[in-house]
């Protein structure tokens, strides 16, 4: 089966705190891993992309823990632009050429 | 810069009549999907296509349609709309296969339909 399971939240931090997600998934073969950032009614964005055991861009950071079969998202210093809903995605392997399966994502909301 | 562009971001139309959502990506992607997302849901995988005249159902078809007629569009037909499809409709491109899977998908901006 596959599945992807995010913490809802809504993660509610002051500007400037820094702020974890984490993301578990079910299918061990995934090769690539995604962190997709949503706004209120747009569309999804490609946040960042982990491939190996990590990725760092800036404030963000993505890591990879394939053991244990978990992502997570690292945000600091956290600004009011930071709001947003956070998707994990994982690919799932399956079928004519797979998928990406998304999470239903974490809310995050950042207060001055 | 790359673009999914979906025809309309606001729709609302009448229960029973049938409903056309058309998507356009210029990044010459083999595969294209459509995704509805509700509160609480998240994105749900309705259609999807790898090719020219090709498609595969989703996690939710029942209700729903497609057809891909030219590599750069994908159309969702909604036969004979009722109010529970009443959502966000995200259509989506990626290149073919483990390119697919390694780059990620890029979303259209979405139509909020309405159906009442």
């Known amino acids: 089966r596959k599945e992807v399971e995010q913490d809802p939240g809504p993660f509610n931090v002051p500007e400037g705190a820094t702020v974890a997600f984490n993301c578990t998934y079910s299918n061990s073969a995934s090769q690539s891993f995604f962190w997709y950032r949503q706004d209120c009614r747009k569309e999804p964005k490609l946040l960042m992309s982990v491939y190996s055991s990590g990725n760092e861009d800036g404030r963000f950071t993505a890591q990879l823990n394939r053991a244990s079969q978990y992502i997570s998202l690292l945000i600091r210093d956290s600004k009011l632009s930071d709001s947003a809903t956070y998707l994990c995605v994982v690919p799932f392997y399956g079928g004519s050429q797979g998928n990406l399966i998304f999470g239903k994502g974490t809310k995050l909301s950042v207060k001055p | 810069d790359v673009k999914v562009t979906q025809s309309s971001r606001y729709l609302v139309k009448r229960t029973g009549e049938k409903v056309f959502l058309e998507c356009v990506q210029d990044?010459?992607?083999?595969?294209m999907f459509w995704y509805r997302q509700d509160p609480g849901l998240g994105l749900r995988l309705i259609y999807f296509?790898?090719?020219?005249?090709?498609?595969e159902k989703g996690d939710i078809p029942e209700g729903y349609s497609v057809s891909r007629e030219k590599k750069e569009r994908f159309s969702l037909i909604l036969e004979s709309a009722s109010t529970n499809q009443t959502s966000m409709y995200l259509c989506?491109?990626?290149?073919f296969g483990t390119g697919g899977l390694s780059y990620g998908y890029t979303f259209g901006s979405g139509t909020r339909l309405t159906v009442v």
């Open positions: 989506a491109s990626s290149l």
């Open positions: 296509s790898y090719d020219v005249k090709m498609k």
């Open positions: 990044m010459d992607h083999e595969n």
